[in-house]
């Protein structure tokens, strides 16, 4: 077997100092390697053109190199100073959104273009919706106690009680968080250091990475915008449990947050890897109740510590809205027809157009049980009718229930992170609707699947860009096929 030929740039774990030229989908800054024997390029996520950085090689192929970032040394011209802790999940936090909208807007088209061989998709292009709050825009935050820390100052690990992020690409290390990041409730964020002193004066230990030990995992907040509650889900292992107060930590957050406060739940996890909620173990309510309410277009929906739900519920407004006006568009088309969800969750937008389209039949299907369970019962939480839920496979989806034949004109598709899959794609084909509205949150994946849709006879018709992530690489399309 041929030797596979390797580049003369860099090796895999070497670490690199790169000035970032360019922009590519996904938040993919590339930098470039000059000598005589070429070019050579190499990809650095989370990087801005302009910026000087610090990176390690994960993948080193023969014509480029795939690297981690490790650290800005240099900004670029573009950035300016924002008054909020710089943390790994908001990497272009000092850009101006108005830039940021840019750069995703022209890469994500880019995609629909390459991948998906829409040639004239700036012609389909329909709008780039912002996300209504730009800051503190997120409902939900996971922070982690590590017993290895950062030293920013001398920019290497120290041993010490820490509560916050992990440090960008290093797993066992963490970094305080000392005040707001910008993304998610300001006064918890300030609040951060002195819950970590709570926990510290306990004389409890935080987890040890790579020790494989300690007490403390994590602390985990979620918010209602609606109420403005707060419900938190502190996770430990079930070693020194004895030893902690949870009532007493109980009191301890009401003191902070007062009638914020809806309730804190205690989970216990003796699981080596690195997960919020363990598989095994168990979720216990400590004080208050274990559900606070959100509000999506006037529908109200109840979030556990484990539901799946928008995390930013103001811009998911406008996402739904769109996704409604593109299902709804020709109105008289659908009625008496039925409109069917796919991968509906805990059937959100279901819920949302069957409040809208009185005459039409809203069919809810998705594989995961716990899911249509939730759907059910908001739907009765908000009087909606004309709805029905199925858990089951797409595929098989028509089998067990004939009745569907050929009255399926509408289909909506909102799949996970890994898009469909090519044979469940062509299952979707096969139920053969008029139109299809298609969301994604990751159009690389969407931009594939278009070239397929085109291919069996549906036409893109337009495009929007939602930003429900601002500061970040992601995006989420909404597009319109018809037959």
């Not at 995609?111 to 061989?117: A, D, E, Q």
């Not at 440090?167 to 000392?178: F, H, K, Q, S, T």
């Not at 996890?269 to 095994?280: C, H, K, L, W």
Request: aromatic content about 10%; charged content about 30%; glycine content about 6%.
């Amino acid at each position: 077997m041929p030797r596979r030929e390797r580049n003369k740039f860099v090796k895999r774990g070497q670490i690199i100092e790169i000035l970032i030229e360019d922009y590519a989908f996904g938040g993919k800054g590339i930098g470039r390697i000059r000598s005589e024997e070429g070019v050579f390029v190499v990809f650095v996520p989370n990087t801005l053109p302009g910026q000087l950085v610090k990176a390690r090689v994960e993948k080193s192929k023969k014509k480029y190199a795939e690297c981690k970032l490790i650290d800005v040394l240099q900004h670029s011209k573009d950035e300016v100073e924002v008054p909020y802790q710089d943390i790994p999940g908001a990497p272009y936090i000092q850009l101006p959104i108005e830039l940021q909208h840019q750069y995703k807007q022209e890469s994500t088209l880019s995609l629909f273009k390459r991948i998906g061989k829409v040639d004239n998709i700036e012609d389909l292009f329909d709008e780039f919706i912002a996300s209504p709050n730009v800051f503190h825009y997120r409902n939900k935050m996971e922070y982690g106690f590590s017993a290895i820390g950062y030293d920013r100052e001398n920019k290497t690990d120290i041993d010490e009680f820490t509560l916050g992020f992990k440090r960008r690409g290093v797993w066992w290390m963490g970094d305080n968080l000392e005040k707001d990041s910008g993304l998610f409730d300001k006064q918890v964020e300030d609040n951060i250091k002195n819950i970590r002193e709570y926990c510290k004066k306990t004389g409890l230990q935080p987890w040890h990475g790579p020790k494989k030990e300690g007490f403390f995992r994590y602390f985990v907040v979620r918010k209602s915008y609606k109420t403005d509650e707060l419900l938190f889900n502190l996770v430990t292992t079930s070693t020194g449990l004895s030893d902690f107060d949870l009532e007493d930590f109980a009191n301890y957050l009401v003191e902070l947050f007062g009638n914020r406060v809806a309730g804190l739940l205690h989970t216990i996890n003796d699981e080596t890897g690195d997960r919020t909620i363990a598989t095994s173990g168990s979720i216990k309510l400590i004080y208050g109740k274990d559900k606070i309410v959100e509000e999506l277009l006037g529908l109200n929906f109840e979030i556990s510590m484990k539901s799946f739900f928008q995390t930013n519920p103001k811009s998911a407004e406008k996402l739904y809205t769109k996704v409604v006006d593109y299902a709804l568009e020709n109105k008289e088309a659908i009625d008496n027809t039925v409109v069917m969800d796919l991968f509906c969750g805990t059937g959100t937008i279901g819920q949302i157009i069957a409040s809208k389209a009185k005459n039409t039949k809203i069919v809810g299907v998705d594989i995961v049980t716990s899911a249509i369970e939730d759907a059910k019962k908001n739907a009765e939480r908000n009087n909606i009718e004309g709805l029905q839920f199925y858990t089951a496979d797409v595929g098989k989806f028509l089998n067990e229930h004939p009745q569907y034949q050929n009255k399926i004109r509408t289909i909506i598709l909102d799949p996970a992170r890994a898009g469909i899959a090519p044979k469940t794609l062509k299952k979707i084909i096969n139920l053969n609707a008029d139109r299809m509205v298609y969301v994604s949150c990751n159009p690389a994946t969407q931009a594939r699947d278009t070239e397929e849709l085109i291919n069996n006879g549906y036409q893109l018709k337009k495009i929007s860009l939602v930003d429900q992530f601002p500061h970040t690489s992601h995006i989420e399309t909404v597009v319109l096929f018809e037959k």
